[in-house]
């Protein structure tokens, strides 16, 4: 009896051993992005397998984002960190010393062969960039613009300044779709080393994401082509979209360089009302992350219409129709068309 009792009550500590152990292997996979739209990626592939978060927030503009102490412990908590890289964090480094962290982390632009930035507003005034925007390697990059000094820093529009710095590289690659594609495959294999019990759940995932993504950008070309290619051609706010602009024959031209929160001079800006009455630009555009108060000022001044808000770097907050990566790739569509279509 007591050798009977004994069996038993070993097995009735296998059991809870082997419970508790799939009960740790169930929790989902702790995964914070660096902003949102890796965030929706992340949901996408990682379903209800990931805890997702993201640390610079949606309409949260990630050059001037300055992390709190809150974003170091959630951090901190993180068995996987998911970051865009080509230099768009600036940030990240501090809150990752910060946090502790030195977990594995996704950078999603692996593989990615980037644009280089072709300046501020003076090369947009005074060069004639063809379609294809083939970009010269030699250029400094475009938030220098209005500074005299390389390194000097950037000043937003109440005159603050930020230490914020990016390379010669454009990092917002996600804006095109194609190339939003490799990002997606990257993810998936992050989640998958991080998490390999789940592997064919990501890879799944990923899969049927990259057709639905493959699925909207067929649609977008097709609907451009009311568009004639001579006609695309819109002022934004900053340099955000030479990667959307490659895939689609259409010419952005920014107010001011990479960095939303740089400052552009009286010169800029009067070169570039010149450049929209000469070639009869007809749309400029705010963007959800970026103050109105310039492209207005613009559109007085050229007689172009406000086409409507374009999202650069960050999704809009839950519910918009603009919370989700293709929602968001839609959108910008939509109001392009909208204000290009003759």
């Given at each position: 009896?007591?050798?009977?009792?004994m069996?038993?009550g070993?097995?009735?500590l296998?059991l809870?051993l082997?419970?508790a152990?799939?009960?740790?292997q169930?929790?989902?996979?702790?995964v914070?992005s660096?902003?949102?739209?890796?965030?929706?990626?992340v949901?996408e592939?990682?379903?209800?397998?990931?805890?997702?978060?993201?640390?610079?927030?949606?309409?949260?503009?990630a050059?001037?984002?300055?992390?709190r102490?809150?974003?170091?412990?959630?951090l901190?908590?993180a068995?996987?960190l998911?970051?865009?890289?080509l230099?768009?964090?600036s940030?990240l480094?501090?809150l990752?010393?910060?946090?502790?962290?030195?977990?594995?982390?996704?950078v999603?632009?692996?593989?990615?062969?980037?644009?280089?930035?072709?300046?501020?507003?003076?090369?947009?005034?005074?060069h004639?960039h063809?379609?294809?925007?083939?970009?010269?390697?030699?250029?400094?990059?475009a938030?220098d613009?209005?500074?005299d000094?390389?390194?000097?820093?950037e000043k937003?529009?109440?005159?603050?300044?930020?230490s914020?710095?990016?390379?010669?590289?454009?990092?917002?690659?996600?804006?095109?779709l194609?190339l939003a594609?490799i990002?997606?495959?990257?993810?998936?294999?992050?989640l998958?080393?991080?998490?390999?019990?789940?592997?064919?759940?990501y890879q799944?995932?990923?899969?049927?994401?990259?057709?639905?993504?493959q699925e909207l950008?067929?649609s977008?070309k097709?609907?451009?082509?009311a568009?004639?290619?001579?006609?695309?051609k819109?002022?934004?706010?900053?340099?955000?979209?030479?990667y959307?602009?490659?895939?689609y024959?259409?010419?952005?031209?920014?107010?001011?360089g990479?960095?939303?929160?740089?400052?552009?001079s009286a010169?800029?800006?009067?070169?570039?009302?010149q450049?929209?009455?000469?070639?009869?630009?007809?749309a400029?555009?705010?963007?959800?992350?970026?103050?109105?108060?310039?492209?207005?000022?613009v559109?007085?001044?050229?007689?172009?219409?406000v086409?409507?808000?374009l999202?650069s770097?960050?999704?809009?907050?839950?519910?918009?129709?603009?919370?989700t990566?293709l929602?968001?790739?839609?959108?910008?569509t939509?109001?392009l068309?909208k204000?290009?279509?003759?």
């Amino acid at each position: 009896m007591k050798m009977r009792g004994m069996y038993s009550g070993r097995m009735v500590l296998a059991l809870g051993l082997l419970a508790a152990s799939l009960s740790v292997q169930a929790e989902p996979l702790r995964v914070v992005s660096s902003f949102s739209i890796l965030n929706d990626m992340v949901k996408e592939i990682g379903g209800d397998k990931v805890m997702a978060s993201t640390i610079v927030p949606a309409n949260g503009d990630a050059h001037s984002f300055e992390p709190r102490p809150s974003d170091a412990k959630t951090l901190a908590k993180a068995q996987l960190l998911v970051v865009n890289g080509l230099e768009f964090e600036s940030w990240l480094p501090r809150l990752q010393q910060a946090a502790g962290y030195k977990g594995p982390q996704v950078v999603a632009t692996e593989g990615i062969t980037p644009l280089a930035f072709e300046g501020g507003a003076d090369d947009h005034a005074d060069h004639d960039h063809d379609h294809d925007h083939d970009h010269d390697h030699d250029h400094e990059p475009a938030h220098d613009h209005a500074q005299d000094h390389e390194h000097a820093p950037e000043k937003d529009h109440s005159g603050h300044e930020h230490s914020h710095q990016h390379g010669s590289q454009d990092p917002h690659a996600w804006q095109s779709l194609d190339l939003a594609q490799i990002y997606v495959r990257n993810i998936s294999k992050g989640l998958e080393q991080a998490d390999p019990a789940n592997a064919q759940y990501y890879q799944g995932r990923a899969k049927d994401y990259v057709q639905r993504i493959q699925e909207l950008d067929d649609s977008i070309k097709t609907r451009l082509q009311a568009v004639p290619v001579d006609k695309r051609k819109v002022i934004t706010s900053h340099d955000a979209f030479s990667y959307m602009g490659k895939a689609y024959n259409i010419r952005f031209i920014p107010l001011v360089g990479v960095s939303s929160q740089a400052e552009p001079s009286a010169r800029d800006i009067a070169q570039i009302i010149q450049q929209a009455r000469s070639e009869q630009i007809q749309a400029i555009f705010v963007e959800n992350t970026v103050s109105a108060k310039l492209v207005e000022q613009v559109a007085r001044e050229t007689g172009a219409k406000v086409g409507g808000t374009l999202y650069s770097d960050a999704l809009g907050v839950p519910g918009s129709g603009v919370d989700t990566y293709l929602g968001m790739m839609r959108s910008n569509t939509d109001q392009l068309i909208k204000a290009l279509q003759p």
